[in-house]
């Protein structure tokens, strides 16, 4: 069983044991050192190879979450040659198109220069749920760069541009919502899982919300969105208490202005970053700072990253690993250059499909991920994974020590950070030694690869490693 390490931040709780405010989202000040500086990396991103890991060690956090930030642009990036409408997966048949793309993903997360881009374009893909247009790729691509483009950008922008964005027009009938049948499923989903959450909003603002949203087409071979004047209801409308000729850009703005949305986002961004179930109170210091940058995200995840709250106890291996980060963070762990194909059928029986989430609600995550058979689809993918061609690609298992005790130190320091007991190390140095092996006694070049593969094997089996 891992043991929760200690951070010591200092001054974060008060003598009754609850959260201070005054200090929770203060900078935490002091040099990260290894574990806290895998801690950032593993949240921001999908965890660092050793040598990122002792970059962002000498850092203080404040340094680092900017670091951070000034890796993950807000521009717009071109598609590659292989998810263009022209290019391979446009003409491949649509199983092997989807797949593609979402390998093709999956290797951006591994390899990307900007981290936390893709950790915020993985963020929006499960709040701003909508799922693949099969027979057209190409849509699905473009909404997950419009996520990318607003990585760490504008809430209020992101939330206009994908509301007449072809895939969830698309996936909510959007591009079937016209004056004369107006259709309420984006109008309501809007508000419920998206901006505002449950009994903060009537049916009559459901129904005047689907009004505004009324005359958005998509033309799918082409991902063109119009909007048709013909189709939009030009009538006076009544919403969250304000009336007027509203359309669809309106409705987001009176939502951003109700200051439930702030609360709904600082809580959301709060369980994806620091921990679950935040204090309100903490929910309200977080929604205040949202509601003062305009929504601009850049400076509120910046001060969540630096905050003595994300270095805390409390938030230190705190949230359960989803799939795609269990998957991405172990060949990052490893240093391995390429997610290879056979993660696409390992994600799927974790539970995490991408571009499929299972309903509009996104994911569940949290403790959801683990459970008997998601369990052993992780160990089944550790077991193929960790064969001899991955010790010899890997960019520092090679390097271990060929005694017992100083390898599995090394393993409990590079894969958990030191974050083991004393026993479970005692096991991982046991098992290097051959006990119970009538082979030879001691790690040595004949017994390596087997040896190490397995060490590598018990040491991310551990609880530990399937939390955050």
């Given at each position: 069983?891992?043991a929760?390490?200690?951070?010591?931040?200092?001054?974060?709780?008060?003598?009754?044991?609850?959260?201070?405010?005054?200090?929770?989202?203060?900078?935490?000040?002091?040099?990260?050192?290894?574990?806290?500086?895998?801690?950032?990396?593993?949240?921001?991103?999908?965890?660092?190879?050793?040598?990122?890991?002792?970059?962002?060690?000498?850092?203080?956090a404040?340094?680092?979450?900017?670091?951070?930030?000034?890796?993950?642009?807000?521009?717009?990036?071109?598609?590659?040659?292989?998810?263009?409408?022209?290019?391979?997966?446009?003409?491949?048949?649509?199983?092997?198109?989807?797949?593609?793309?979402?390998?093709?993903?999956?290797?951006?997360?591994?390899?990307?220069?900007?981290p936390?881009?893709?950790?915020?374009?993985?963020?929006?893909?499960?709040?701003?749920?909508?799922?693949?247009t099969?027979?057209?790729?190409?849509i699905?691509?473009?909404?997950?760069?419009?996520?990318?483009?607003?990585?760490?950008?504008?809430?209020?922008?992101?939330?206009?541009?994908?509301?007449?964005?072809?895939?969830?027009?698309?996936?909510?009938?959007?591009?079937?919502?016209?004056?004369?049948?107006?259709?309420?499923?984006?109008?309501?989903?809007?508000?419920?899982?998206?901006?505002?959450?449950?009994?903060?909003?009537?049916?009559?603002?459901?129904?005047?919300?689907?009004?505004?949203?009324?005359?958005?087409?998509?033309?799918?071979?082409?991902?063109?969105?119009?909007?048709?004047?013909?189709?939009?209801?030009?009538?006076?409308?009544?919403?969250?208490?304000?009336?007027?000729?509203?359309?669809?850009?309106?409705i987001?703005?009176?939502?951003?202005?109700?200051?439930?949305?702030a609360?709904?986002?600082?809580?959301?961004?709060?369980?994806?970053?620091?921990?679950?179930?935040?204090?309100?109170?903490?929910?309200?210091?977080?929604?205040?700072?949202?509601?003062?940058?305009?929504?601009?995200?850049?400076?509120?995840?910046?001060?969540?990253?630096?905050?003595?709250?994300?270095?805390?106890?409390?938030?230190?291996?705190?949230?359960?690993?989803?799939?795609?980060?269990?998957?991405?963070?172990?060949?990052k762990?490893?240093?391995?250059?390429?997610?290879?194909?056979?993660?696409?059928?390992?994600?799927?029986?974790?539970?995490?499909?991408?571009?499929?989430?299972?309903?509009?609600?996104g994911?569940?995550?949290?403790?959801n991920w683990?459970?008997?058979?998601?369990?052993?689809?992780?160990?089944?993918?550790?077991?193929?994974?960790?064969?001899?061609?991955?010790?010899?690609?890997?960019?520092?298992?090679?390097?271990?020590?060929?005694?017992?005790?100083?390898?599995?130190?090394?393993?409990?320091?590079t894969?958990?950070?030191?974050?083991?007991?004393?026993?479970?190390?005692?096991?991982?140095?046991?098992?290097?030694?051959?006990?119970?092996?009538?082979?030879?006694?001691?790690?040595s070049?004949?017994?390596?690869?087997?040896?190490?593969?397995?060490?590598?094997?018990?040491?991310?089996?551990?609880?530990?490693?399937?939390?955050?």
């Amino acid at each position: 069983m891992a043991a929760r390490a200690h951070i010591d931040v200092g001054g974060i709780l008060r003598p009754d044991g609850r959260l201070d405010l005054s200090t929770a989202l203060q900078p935490y000040r002091q040099r990260l050192g290894e574990r806290a500086a895998a801690h950032l990396l593993r949240r921001a991103g999908f965890g660092g190879t050793p040598d990122e890991i002792r970059r962002y060690a000498a850092l203080d956090a404040p340094d680092a979450a900017q670091a951070l930030l000034s890796l993950s642009p807000s521009r717009a990036i071109a598609p590659p040659p292989e998810v263009s409408a022209g290019g391979p997966i446009g003409k491949r048949k649509t199983r092997e198109s989807l797949a593609a793309l979402q390998l093709w993903w999956l290797n951006r997360m591994l390899t990307t220069p900007a981290p936390l881009q893709e950790k915020m374009t993985l963020y929006y893909h499960g709040h701003f749920t909508s799922r693949a247009t099969p027979r057209f790729p190409e849509i699905t691509y473009n909404q997950n760069a419009l996520f990318r483009q607003y990585a760490a950008g504008n809430l209020r922008e992101l939330t206009r541009e994908v509301s007449k964005d072809a895939a969830m027009l698309i996936y909510l009938d959007g591009a079937n919502n016209e004056a004369s049948h107006p259709n309420e499923n984006y109008a309501r989903e809007l508000m419920e899982l998206f901006t505002l959450g449950v009994d903060n909003y009537t049916e009559n603002d459901v129904r005047e919300s689907a009004r505004a949203w009324t005359g958005w087409r998509v033309f799918r071979r082409t991902d063109t969105v119009e909007f048709d004047p013909s189709r939009h209801d030009f009538g006076g409308k009544t919403f969250l208490g304000r009336t007027g000729n509203f359309t669809g850009d309106d409705i987001v703005d009176i939502i951003f202005d109700q200051p439930q949305c702030a609360r709904f986002f600082a809580a959301s961004l709060l369980n994806w970053f620091v921990y679950n179930d935040p204090e309100p109170e903490l929910v309200d210091r977080v929604a205040a700072l949202l509601r003062a940058r305009g929504y601009e995200l850049s400076p509120v995840i910046g001060t969540l990253l630096a905050s003595n709250v994300f270095y805390s106890d409390r938030a230190y291996r705190a949230l359960v690993k989803s799939p795609v980060e269990f998957v991405v963070g172990t060949y990052k762990t490893l240093g391995l250059s390429t997610v290879d194909e056979s993660a696409l059928a390992a994600l799927q029986q974790m539970g995490q499909r991408l571009f499929f989430p299972p309903n509009v609600a996104g994911w569940p995550g949290g403790a959801n991920w683990l459970t008997s058979g998601t369990m052993i689809a992780r160990q089944n993918f550790l077991t193929r994974l960790l064969g001899s061609q991955t010790l010899a690609a890997s960019s520092w298992l090679r390097d271990l020590p060929l005694t017992s005790a100083s390898a599995a130190q090394d393993l409990a320091a590079t894969v958990l950070q030191g974050d083991a007991a004393p026993a479970s190390i005692a096991e991982l140095e046991a098992y290097l030694g051959g006990k119970g092996s009538a082979a030879l006694a001691t790690l040595s070049v004949e017994n390596y690869d087997q040896r190490v593969s397995g060490a590598v094997y018990l040491t991310m089996a551990t609880p530990a490693y399937q939390l955050s």
